[in-house]
């Protein structure tokens, strides 16, 4: 009930003026988004190199419905990507794209057009782009746009929700040599007829897609902070003969970062997912929606502020 309400409100704008001038959001949002500008991102960047962790970085600002907007944020990551290499981290940090930011609502060929210049980019850098995937109308339009990407681009990745009906019939299509696949449960709202709502079914919808995903030729990317989640890749690992460099754990920026360091101190491949930019509004309305303890550290904030 919280969480639907909470996802409600990432997308009101009424709700979104309330959050952003109340005391004690900016140390909230801080906990989960990487900072504001470029340089922030690389700052964070290097620290998480240093202690060891992969980095993935997403510049925010989704829902773009202006195509200058959609240019705007191609630059962006444009710039991003150049500096990465510039600074020596493209080895350790690839990005993100939310194709929403990009122009997907606007047209698909306008995402797919945005999306190859900033694999150009990445490409240019040395390093690579994952798609996210957003609200479940657009999935299908998210993996035709990856499936075309991957002509040029095969090392481009894409994200895979384990809430969805769907998700193993699509971990099974991607399971092949070279392909990339973030498995994560998925973080928007979805109707009982395309996604399972129920907790449990969500995890064993991850562990079916993990053991298609582990057991192909591809690389898993498993994004979960799920400890149950986490001790059944581990299985799966020794189960396929999978080494370590042969999938990799994914993370969010700011939670359990002593399990992040945990695994990699293992010999685990961890990538953190950080998030930078002025647009952290639905992003953060949809970490808060994951975790009812989240909103009430939010509220102890505002209440010291
Ligand atoms: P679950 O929500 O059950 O959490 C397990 C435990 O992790 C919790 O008990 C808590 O301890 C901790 N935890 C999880 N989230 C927390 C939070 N916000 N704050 C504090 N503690 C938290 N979704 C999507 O729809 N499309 C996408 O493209 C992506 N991409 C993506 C990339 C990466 C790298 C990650 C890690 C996640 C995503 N997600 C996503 C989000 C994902 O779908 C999901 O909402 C969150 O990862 C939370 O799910 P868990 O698997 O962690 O399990």
Request: with cysteine.
């Amino acid at each position: 009930m919280l969480r639907q309400a909470l996802l409600a409100a990432s997308h009101s704008r009424a709700a979104r003026r309330i959050v952003e001038i109340a005391p004690g959001t900016r140390r909230m949002v801080r906990r989960f988004v990487a900072g504001e500008t470029t340089d922030d991102a690389l700052g964070v960047t290097a620290e998480l190199a240093d202690a060891g962790l992969l980095v993935s970085l997403i510049a925010l600002g989704e829902d773009t419905l202006d195509t200058g907007q959609a240019d705007t944020n191609v630059d962006d990551y444009a710039e991003l990507l150049v500096r990465l290499g510039e600074v020596g981290l493209a080895g350790v940090a690839e990005v993100s794209l939310k194709l929403s930011a990009v122009g997907q609502a606007l047209d698909e060929a306008l995402a797919l057009a945005n999306a190859r210049r900033i694999c150009a980019a990445a490409r240019d850098a040395g390093t690579t782009v994952t798609l996210d995937t957003e609200e479940y109308e657009t999935v299908d339009a998210t993996l035709r746009v990856c499936a075309e990407l991957r002509r040029e681009y095969p090392d481009t990745g894409v994200a895979i929700q384990s809430y969805l009906r769907r998700s193993e019939e699509y971990c099974a299509e991607l399971a092949h040599e070279g392909s990339r696949v973030r498995l994560c449960k998925g973080a928007y709202s979805a109707p009982e007829s395309v996604a399972f709502s129920d907790p449990v079914e969500i995890d064993k919808s991850y562990v079916r897609c993990m053991r298609v995903l582990m057991a192909g030729q591809g690389y898993p990317m498993l994004a979960t902070h799920d400890p149950r989640l986490i001790e059944i890749a581990g299985a799966l690992t020794t189960l396929n003969d999978r080494d370590p460099s042969g999938f990799e754990y994914q993370m969010l920026y700011g939670v359990r970062t002593h399990e992040q360091r945990r695994l990699a101190g293992e010999g685990a491949q961890v990538r953190v997912y950080a998030a930078f930019g002025r647009e952290w509004y639905a992003y953060f309305m949809r970490r808060l929606a994951e975790k009812p303890s989240n909103l009430a550290f939010f509220f102890r904030s505002a209440a010291a502020e």
